[in-house]
């Protein structure tokens, strides 16, 4: 069965490390997507991509990167993680702006 | 820019129906989507609705009037396992992405 898997799903790591969240998607979808979401924001998108070498600044992108060499991965780069990056983090993967499919999620612990 | 608005809880009681609305304001917009989460959780699609109509999936129906720029979550017969976060969305500028509300926190009572 198709799925959206993200890795790892806990992360502690310290004030000005760089770290990097896994994303892949078995759907085949070109579209993909990553957002964050902290209690009273719902969920704030950070970056996406419509395809292969497409990346596009979401609303809160500064201090997030992504890259997209293939289609199924978009893997999420924090250059150097922030105490305010605290959070849990959701990938998405959709063929079209009807319906998303989410991964299970990773929590992010910056100390 | 886009925003939406929703209420941040609704309690309702066991088997009763519970409505969710939703404002919005957006500079485009394509559409208009519902998703639910359970607590720890991911996000899950409920419905999309792109025309001014009333969408129905079982115990769930959605609403849309793109005149008003609202929308509505119906539930009916409600269940305990329907306690959980219910955010609506916007596919406003690009046809391909989304913009979510802060979400409906929906407790229900025995």
């Known amino acids: 069965d198709a799925e959206i898997t993200q890795s790892p799903r806990h992360k502690i790591t310290e004030t000005g490390r760089q770290v990097t969240l896994a994303c892949h998607q078995t759907w085949n979808h070109n579209n993909m997507f990553w957002y964050r979401q902290d209690l009273g924001h719902g969920l704030r998108l950070i970056h996406y991509?419509?395809?292969?070498?497409?990346?596009n600044k979401g609303e809160v992108s500064d201090g997030y990167s992504v890259s997209r060499s293939n289609t199924e991965d978009l893997p999420l780069t924090l250059e150097s993680a922030a105490s305010s990056q605290t959070s849990v983090y959701f990938c998405a993967s959709s063929r079209s702006g009807n319906e998303q499919f989410f991964g299970p999620g990773t929590r992010l612990t910056v100390l | 820019g886009q925003s939406l608005e929703q209420p941040s809880e609704v309690t309702a009681v066991e088997g009763a129906i519970v409505q969710i609305n939703c404002t919005y304001q957006?500079?485009?917009?394509?559409?208009l989507s519902w998703y639910q989460q359970h607590d720890g959780g991911a996000p899950t699609f409920l419905s999309y609705n792109a025309l001014d109509e009333l969408e129905e999936t079982g115990r769930f129906s959605s609403f849309l009037s793109r005149s008003d720029s609202y929308g509505y979550l119906l539930l009916q017969e409600l269940q305990m396992k329907d306690s959980a976060s219910y955010f609506c969305a916007v596919t406003g500028s690009s046809a391909s992405k989304i913009i979510f509300g802060s979400g409906t926190r929906l407790s229900i009572r025995p």
């Open positions: 991509s419509y395809g292969v070498q497409d990346t």
């Open positions: 957006t500079s485009g917009f394509y559409g």
